[in-house]
């Protein structure tokens, strides 16, 4: 009997993705066959970027790894998780205060929608970053150019000076 096929899901908002991002990503496809990595469209995040825009920035960063493709996606993770016939959400972890919200959130997936939740630790140098984090340094004038892909970071500079 053959090895099963693993497709794994990874949802986020990525505004934008991050080196921390990317650091998943490139782990998480070395556990699964493929994995689709879900721009969420949230009604409650002012985001600076499209879901249009973010899945084009993420699908470019990612076009050369195998298996990996990208999405956007509303509602439920969940449903969206069912409706891709995904074994398994992936989610990234940098710190306890990521461990205890996670763990509430992949038990309640799992006793709602029966899917199963795998966790992969970022790197250290990636523990303290998040997109929110990224927008509101960049935004008060802040250098965040080595917690991005570069072509992230000129696609910031840009919108902000829109603003």
Same mark, same amino acid.
């Given at each position: 009997?053959?090895k099963? @096929?693993? *497709?794994a899901? !990874?949802p986020?908002? !990525?505004?934008p993705? +991050?080196n921390?991002? #990317? %650091?998943?990503i =490139?782990?998480?496809i070395k556990l699964f066959?493929?994995?689709?990595?879900?721009?969420?469209?949230?009604?409650?995040k002012n985001p #600076? !970027? +499209?879901?249009e825009? *973010?899945?084009e920035?993420? $699908?470019e960063l990612? $076009?050369d790894?195998?298996?990996v493709? &990208?999405?956007s !996606?509303d509602?439920l993770? &969940?449903k969206?998780?069912a409706?891709?016939?995904a074994?398994?959400?992936? *989610?990234?972890?940098?710190s306890l205060? %990521?461990i205890h919200?996670? #763990?509430?959130?992949a038990?309640? =997936?799992?006793?709602? $929608?029966g899917?199963e939740? &795998?966790f &992969?630790?970022?790197?250290?140098?990636?523990g @303290?970053?998040s997109s +929110?984090l990224i927008?509101?340094v960049a935004?008060l004038?802040?250098?965040?150019?080595n917690?991005i892909?570069?072509t992230i970071? =000129?696609?910031?500079q840009?919108? #902000?000076?829109k603003s």
């Amino acid at each position: 009997m053959g090895k099963k @096929f693993i *497709r794994a899901l !990874f949802p986020g908002s !990525f505004d934008p993705i +991050t080196n921390g991002h #990317l %650091d998943v990503i =490139n782990r998480g496809i070395k556990l699964f066959d493929e994995l689709i990595i879900a721009v969420g469209r949230s009604p409650i995040k002012n985001p #600076l !970027f +499209t879901p249009e825009e *973010r899945v084009e920035m993420i $699908a470019e960063l990612v $076009a050369d790894i195998p298996g990996v493709s &990208v999405e956007s !996606f509303d509602g439920l993770t &969940v449903k969206y998780a069912a409706k891709k016939k995904a074994d398994v959400i992936l *989610r990234g972890l940098r710190s306890l205060t %990521d461990i205890h919200y996670e #763990l509430k959130l992949a038990m309640t =997936n799992r006793s709602v $929608a029966g899917i199963e939740t &795998v966790f &992969v630790m970022t790197s250290e140098q990636y523990g @303290f970053t998040s997109s +929110t984090l990224i927008r509101e340094v960049a935004t008060l004038g802040g250098d965040v150019s080595n917690l991005i892909p570069k072509t992230i970071y =000129n696609r910031l500079q840009q919108r #902000l000076k829109k603003s």
